[in-house]
């Protein structure tokens, strides 16, 4: 892992007049963005590749067409889990006022992403009549519209489930009981069991669920097989782990993947 911090230019939008403004970037492989907050609202999006996200509230994973609202002054980090291309946004305080107040994933429509990738290709010269402003608007109104994502895996306080929940990210498909992970982190499972919906807001089952969605989404942008990511993850079949992927997300890992590369595709044609 090698720590690189956030860049000059970055730094400098958070004070540009603009509203919104767009900002691209290459990162390599396990690099990390160390802990920081913009006094602006960010939207995270990678057109290629797949980032980890943590605030002090849940960790993320943001695969490629999908992106991450941070409201301002949000502390995060970010992790790169393989070569990302990033193309982020900044929001001006004012203007994030009918947008999220929380962090959300979103899906990114069609028009969000080329509203972005017009932004990135507009002079950042201020004019309140020009193109950059009309985009910006638009901009906004679509975040606004954006449909969230419910994938989220909640962080807790507490030491000995913050021990645990490392443990299980280290080891997704682990066959532990809950009595083993309990184990592991020096608790009883009842005491698991009673702690975890008070600091993470749900039950140990279904905090793993997300777990293993977030690991899908990864593996699946690696092109891994259905068949490989439900045994690495400890399903006892395909049908059984695309019956969960399509309870939470709505589709078949097969349908995302394909929606995922037909939006690659278009990106790649401009």
């Not at 160390?34 to 980032?51: F, I, K, N, T, W």
């Not at 490629?64 to 305080?93: C, F, G, N």
């Amino acid at each position: 892992m090698r720590i690189v911090k956030t860049s000059l230019e970055a730094a400098q939008l958070q004070h540009a007049p603009q509203a919104v403004v767009a900002f691209r970037r290459e990162l390599a492989q396990g690099e990390l963005l160390e802990r920081h907050s913009h006094p602006r609202g960010q939207l995270l999006y990678a057109v290629e590749g797949v980032m980890q996200v943590r605030t002090p509230q849940g960790l993320w994973m943001i695969p490629p067409q999908r992106a991450l609202w941070a409201p301002p002054d949000v502390p995060h980090e970010i992790r790169m889990l393989s070569k990302v291309s990033m193309r982020t946004l900044y929001i001006s305080a004012e203007a994030c006022s009918a947008l999220p107040v929380q962090c959300q994933l979103l899906d990114v429509s069609g028009l969000l992403r080329e509203l972005i990738l017009a932004l990135l290709a507009e002079t950042r010269a201020v004019d309140e009549q020009g193109r950059a402003n009309y985009l910006a608007q638009l901009i906004l109104s679509e975040i606004a519209a954006a449909a969230p994502i419910p994938i989220v895996i909640p962080w807790p306080r507490d030491r000995r489930l913050i021990q645990l929940c490392e443990a299980v990210l280290q080891q997704p498909g682990s066959n532990f009981t809950l009595e083993q992970w309990a184990e592991l982190a020096g608790a009883s499972a009842r005491t698991v069991i009673r702690l975890f919906p008070r600091e993470t807001g749900l039950h140990f089952r279904h905090w793993l669920q997300q777990v293993h969605i977030a690991e899908a989404l990864l593996r699946l942008s690696r092109a891994e097989t259905v068949e490989r990511i439900a045994t690495a993850l400890g399903y006892k079949s395909a049908s059984a782990f695309t019956a969960m992927f399509r309870s939470v997300l709505g589709k078949t890992p097969s349908q995302y993947v394909n929606m995922t590369r037909s939006n690659k595709q278009l990106i790649r044609n401009r």
